[in-house]
């Protein structure tokens, strides 16, 4: 740790016995990076349930004659999924193609005398997050955030990702025989719309491991909006923020946290802080938040197999055995997590190149994967 300068901390624990192993500088705080996505999936597991399920569908204005024909329109409501979309992961069903199988297979429609319209009203209107000033960021995001996104939240050169999305789900109901007559466009959906079909994501475990395997920061993003959207004030990132900070503080966790990925260097925690999250979240433990902490340990990266760690540390001590979300910014390289269930650790290095903290946070891994038991 002194060659990783005066910007830095660490802290180790043994979750067995609560003793601290190593401390230097644990109550300093740093720059998280994707570290914080241990706060925000962790929350998410413990508000929503791992086996909880994020929905998107399609509300009717109007009624079908005896021939099938819809007169009305069509709303396809985002509920805040990031995998929804024509290339969703392996094994999702949160397809626009599903999407309307379904709707024909509950309705029997042959023809929509209307329009397709996409609602995104479950989140505010801003497409990027607070390291953008909430402007669309392509580099960061890969995408834009909305609560009802097509792939990433593409615009296929349409105004908003909820026309997009709207307009592949008009796409799939042309190519099974049904025309449809209005235009595509985004809206609300109107109070007394009927629900006629809808489809689920993957399951929030699983979500939280698309997310911190990867370190996906739009996921992150998309998840902190639903955080605000469904135990907030808002679907906004600043009410997400703070659905976050609320359950955290009765850990004693109390970072500065204003998004969900860490892209914002305004955040700010301690390698204690980190720490007590892991502590508090161990899945051994007998206690209510058991099943939140073995969903998260199951998201994270694997040493030398697995995400963003595949790559590093294999053929060590450290390989298959510890668990770890790595964060990374511009002069800020940091590594968390837990190795055989047992020890505890956060290494938060701020001003240091990335090859050089790689190489002493791996060592430092070794080194606890190697500890007795």
Not at 2 to 9: E, N, T, Y
Not at 58 to 83: E, I
Not at 327 to 353: E, H, K, P, W
Request: glycine residues 12%; aromatic residues 4%; charged residues 15%.
């Amino acid at each position: 740790m002194r060659r990783a300068g005066s910007a830095s901390g660490a802290y180790v624990v043994d979750l067995t016995t609560g003793q601290v192993l190593y401390s230097i500088h644990p109550t300093t705080p740093r720059i998280p990076a994707s570290v914080e996505k241990l706060y925000t999936t962790s929350t998410v597991l413990a508000r929503f349930g791992p086996t909880t399920r994020l929905s998107t569908s399609v509300l009717g204005v109007g009624s079908a004659d005896d021939k099938g024909v819809w007169k009305g329109n069509l709303y396809v409501h985002g509920g805040g999924d990031p995998t929804f979309g024509t290339d969703s992961p392996p094994g999702s069903q949160a397809t626009p193609t599903t999407l309307a199988s379904t709707l024909l297979a509950a309705t029997g429609i042959t023809r929509v005398d209307g329009s397709v319209i996409g609602d995104e009203t479950l989140f505010d209107s801003l497409r990027g997050v607070p390291s953008s000033g909430y402007l669309a960021d392509p580099v960061d995001l890969a995408g834009e955030l909305s609560a009802l996104a097509d792939d990433r939240g593409r615009l296929g050169g349409l105004s908003s990702p909820a026309v997009f999305a709207a307009s592949q789900v008009a796409k799939a109901l042309r190519a099974s025989g049904v025309a449809v007559t209005g235009r595509t466009t985004a809206g609300p959906t109107p109070k007394g719309a009927r629900l006629l079909a809808a489809v689920q994501s993957p399951d929030l475990a699983t979500i939280v491991a698309l997310t911190d395997q990867p370190s996906d920061n739009l996921y992150a993003e998309t998840l902190l909006k639903d955080l605000g959207a469904y135990f907030g004030s808002a679907g906004s990132s600043a009410a997400g923020a703070a659905v976050v900070r609320a359950w955290l503080a009765p850990l004693g966790i109390r970072p500065h946290l204003v998004d969900g990925s860490g892209l914002s260097d305004t955040d700010r925690t301690s390698p204690e802080q980190v720490v007590t999250l892991l502590r508090d979240l161990n899945p051994t433990a007998a206690d209510p938040l058991a099943p939140v902490g073995a969903a998260l340990m199951a998201a994270l990266p694997v040493a030398g197999r697995s995400g963003t760690l595949v790559d590093r540390m294999r053929k060590t001590a450290a390989a298959g055995r510890c668990e770890a979300k790595t964060g990374t910014l511009s002069g800020v390289s940091n590594l968390a997590g837990v190795c055989d269930g047992r020890y505890a650790f956060a290494f938060l290095m701020n001003q240091i190149s990335d090859a050089k903290a790689h190489a002493l946070q791996d060592a430092m891994t070794e080194a606890i994967a190697a500890l007795p038991g």
